[in-house]
């Protein structure tokens, strides 16, 4: 796999979610997904930052066009914080699980919208969430 071009944004505000938000769609537009998987990847990554923002206490997202196979291109994002990292991923991914009082439906949830989804986290370190959703 090889990185085509990246780009790296702080997220330390609601603003910043609303920043990234808007960067995500216009890669998705350049790399012609279609409306639904543009949406989706969009969701997402909304989803994510949000959760870097509220639960990591601020970071990065790291956007990136990947190629793999030398043909098949895909957006793949990076989300990173310091945070207090997470005791139990598969509780964090379970619907309706939330630390913050809120619905718990945003980290399972965007799982299911893109087609690779990895999570590292280390208690009092940090977490880094990557998501890829290939064309
Ligand atoms: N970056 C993160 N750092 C620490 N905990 C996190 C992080 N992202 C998610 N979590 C944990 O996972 C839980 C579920 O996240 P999510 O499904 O988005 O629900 P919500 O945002 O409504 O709490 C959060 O309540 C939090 O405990
Ligand atoms: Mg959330």
Redesign the pocket.
């Known amino acids: 796999m090889t990185i085509e071009k990246s780009q790296a944004l702080v997220i330390q505000t609601e603003q910043d979610v609303v920043l990234v938000r808007q960067a995500v769609r216009v890669w998705a537009t350049e790399l012609q997904f279609g409306s639904v998987d543009q949406t989706k990847i969009v969701t997402a990554s909304s989803?994510?930052a949000?959760?870097?923002l509220?639960?990591?206490n601020g970071?990065t997202a790291t956007l990136e066009i990947v190629v793999a196979d030398s043909l098949r291109k895909g957006l793949r994002l990076h989300?990173e914080?310091k945070?207090?990292?997470?005791a139990s991923v598969e509780?964090?991914?379970?619907?309706g699980?939330?630390?913050?009082?809120?619905?718990?439906?945003?980290?399972?949830?965007?799982k299911r919208l893109v087609n690779e989804f990895y999570v590292e986290?280390k208690l009092g370190e940090?977490?880094r969430?990557t998501l890829i959703r290939w064309k």
Request: charged share 10%; hydrophobic share 30%; proline share 3%.
């Open positions: 989803e994510i949000r959760n870097t509220v639960y990591g970071g989300f914080d945070g207090p990292g997470i509780q964090a991914l379970t619907n699980y939330s630390t913050g009082g809120s619905m718990g439906l945003g980290f399972g949830g965007a986290t940090g977490t969430v």
